[in-house]
């Protein structure tokens, strides 16, 4: 169950509400978010929905049965727009591209794909400065200063930009540099890391774990949610099972699952969903047909000299193809 209290609450009614609960067998979470102030609450008995609906303090209350309620679809009626700034919007209707590099490399790099993105309308862009590599041999990213010069680039041209946080330490540093904040496959249940970013006002896209399931992905966010954080989206970047013919397996059931399940937009990773750059476009399409709310792509200038992720990341005229692409499946979908 879920209590919406009154944006403006003394502490001696908002008491009064939790005592009420208590007496019901409930037990009462507070949860305050940017915009708006929650009670979470367990519980199994049966009760008068008009003994907590009246109090004063109550604006309205629901029935959730879902173990993770804040990110519920069953409470919400409207599902809910991630909002960037300068007409930047993800979800309930908007959908938006987000593309770069697997690791930014060089400040020329930086540019080169800005003006890219910039050429094809695209308005966000991802690239990776602190990257968990599988091999400690691996490139790891050009971390903080990196970000800096990244950021410096995107903020001079209008474009937004998101990337991967791994650890606590980082959380604060790259706050003033970014506009999302991406948790990795790796990091989908490091629950430390989620609680952190629960109580930072930036917006958050958790990607689902290696073999996680879609429930578990749910709880992640649950943990952002009830930790104060509203902005939040859900990435289905592929799944590790038994098939070895492409790098994951890309569950297309989980996007309209997650839309049925939760109010959060729902973004998909083709790159490494498949790991094969010439079926990235069609899992792609694929995708975005199913409901997305976004795409995120792994995009460079030449490929084949890419620090990582050169096999499943698409050249400038092939990412330019698939961006028109998208958008006559969203042209249709909006008809």
Known sequence: MIIQLEPKLNDSTKTDVLQAIKKIG????????????????????????????????????????????????????????IDLGDGVKIGNGAFQIMAGPCSIESEAQVE????????????VMRGGVFKPRSSPYSFRGMGLDGLKMFSAV??????????????????????DYIDVYQVGARNSQ???????????????????????????????????FSAGNERLMLCERGIRTY?????????????????????????????HA???????????????????????????????????????TLNYEESALLFKQIRAILDVQQA
Not at 40 to 59: H, T, Y
Not at 192 to 221: C, F, H, Q, W
Not at 255 to 261: A, E, G, N, Q
């Open 26 to 81: 409930y037990k009462p979470s507070p949860v305050n978010t940017q915009f708006g102030n929650y009670v979470v609450c367990i519980g199994k008995k049966d009760f008068d929905i008009r003994a907590i609906g009246s109090l004063p303090g109550v604006r309205d209350i629901h029935y959730v049965s879902d173990d993770y309620q804040l990110v519920s679809r069953k409470w919400k009626v409207e599902r809910t727009a």
């Open 154 to 175: 995107c903020r001079a041209n209008g474009i937004k930009l998101i990337t991967e946080v791994m650890e606590l330490a980082q959380i604060e540093p790259m706050y």
């Open 243 to 271: 098939e070895r013919a492409s790098r994951n397996t890309f569950d297309i059931n989980a996007i309209p699952i997650l839309r049925d399940k939760t109010h959060l937009p729902v973004i998909v990773d083709p790159s």
């Open 112 to 123: 080169s794909i800005v003006q890219h993105l910039k050429r094809c309308g695209v308005r």
């Open 190 to 224: 490091n629950f430390n890391l989620l609680d952190e970013l629960g109580k930072v006002d930036k917006p958050v896209m958790i990607k689902r774990g290696i073999s996680g399931t879609i429930e578990e992905l749910l709880y992640s966010a649950e943990y952002v």
């Open 274 to 312: 498949i790991g094969i750059r010439e079926f990235v476009a069609p899992v792609a399409l694929a995708g975005v047909a199913a409901g997305a709310d976004g795409i995120i792509i792994e995009i460079h200038e030449t490929p084949e000299e890419a620090a990582s992720d050169g096999a499943q």
